[in-house]
């Protein structure tokens, strides 16, 4: 286990953008993980999962502590379910066909979401009608302060849109070191209400879909729509979906008629941030090296030497944008750093 000093971080992060970091350091196993936590306790760090959710805009003056723990296994199982455990650095696609290699029901519409296992309670990722919260038991992580391991419970999580306790009440006091997914193993929910997942499969002319052939719809659906990281930098969705008030809502309603929405409550509605960005005429635009994507005005791109701030200047542009148009404030859903 050694410690790197000046150490690029351009194949760390998946919009490829080029900044340093002081000391970097990558973790294979508990032991490692605990060992450099106890001898760099006065150390600023920052904690490197997959580097799918993040916008570097400056160097990173701390330890970079990659967090690389591999490994799955299944922790117990019945007739009708079955509890599996995933280290925290296993990659987050390949887990999702790990299970549906196995039958094993309950990830397959988040097929294709980058990044790793470990990150995916922070963010509460979800994707076509699900979310981590849906398939989620709990999850081990280490106190960076002290070294102690603890056990945090789904409701202990205080999952909400793309939010949870990892990002607000404990934010920057655990490292995730593993997840435990409740998944099925026979009657299987298969959710193939949202989206283009329906039309996808009809199109292939299945009517009976098992959970490959949904699984096969999404990363199809998300090749369509989404760069490959490895060919043009980019974190997926750079925006989160804006929640407002019915009451607010009704009134742009009324203005822009032809705006879609998703009632998620009797007082709120999401509306999607793709469309209004679309709407505000950024879709495929170019902005140097940085750019909105030709296919999905979600996602933010860099065609090659765009910095993280010119990445940062785009999105504060089009929220401003957005805002002034149509009353609705867009929120980023990566982590500017």
């Not at 987050?92 to 790990?98: A, I, K, P």
């Not at 398939?135 to 999952?159: D, G, L, P, W, Y």
Request: with cysteine; proline share 2%; net charge neutral.
């Amino acid at each position: 286990m050694e410690i790197l000093t000046d150490f690029s971080l351009k194949n760390y992060n998946t919009f490829g953008i080029e900044a340093k970091a002081k000391q970097f350091v990558a973790v294979h196993d508990i032991a490692d993980l605990k060992t450099v936590l106890e001898q760099n306790k006065s150390q600023k760090k920052f904690i490197l999962g997959g580097g799918s959710n993040m916008l570097l805009t400056k160097d990173i003056e701390a330890l970079v502590i990659h967090i690389d723990l591999k490994g799955k296994k299944i922790k117990q199982e019945n007739d009708d379910f079955v509890w599996v455990e995933s280290q925290a650095g296993e990659n987050w696609h390949e887990f999702v066909l790990w299970t549906i290699n196995q039958d094993f029901g309950g990830l397959e519409n988040m097929s294709l979401i980058p990044g790793n296992v470990g990150t995916t309670p922070v963010q509460n990722i979800g994707a076509y009608g699900t979310e981590i919260k849906d398939t989620f038991v709990s999850c081990e992580a280490m106190a960076i302060k002290n070294q102690e391991i603890r056990t945090f419970s789904k409701e202990e999580c205080h999952f909400g849109y793309r939010e949870s306790i990892f990002k607000n009440d404990v934010k920057d006091q655990y490292i995730i070191t593993a997840v435990v997914f409740k998944l099925t193993k026979r009657n299987h929910k298969i959710n193939t209400s949202y989206g283009d997942i329906s039309g996808e499969l009809l199109k292939n002319n299945i009517t009976n879909p098992t959970l490959k052939d949904v699984s096969n719809a999404v990363i199809a659906i998300r090749k369509s729509k989404l760069p490959d990281p490895a060919e043009l930098g980019n974190s997926g969705s750079f925006f989160k979906n804006p929640i407002v008030l019915k009451s607010d809502f009704e009134k742009i309603h009324q203005q822009f008629p032809e705006m879609r929405y998703f009632d998620i409550s009797e007082t709120e509605v999401k509306v999607p941030a793709g469309w209004l960005i679309e709407q505000a005429g950024f879709k495929g635009k170019r902005f140097g090296d940085a750019g909105i994507h030709k296919n999905q005005a979600l996602v933010l791109v860099n065609y090659g030497k765009a910095t993280g701030q010119e990445i940062l200047n785009v999105s504060k542009e089009i929220q401003a944008t957005v805002f002034k148009k149509f009353g609705i404030h867009i929120e980023a859903e990566v982590n500017i750093i």
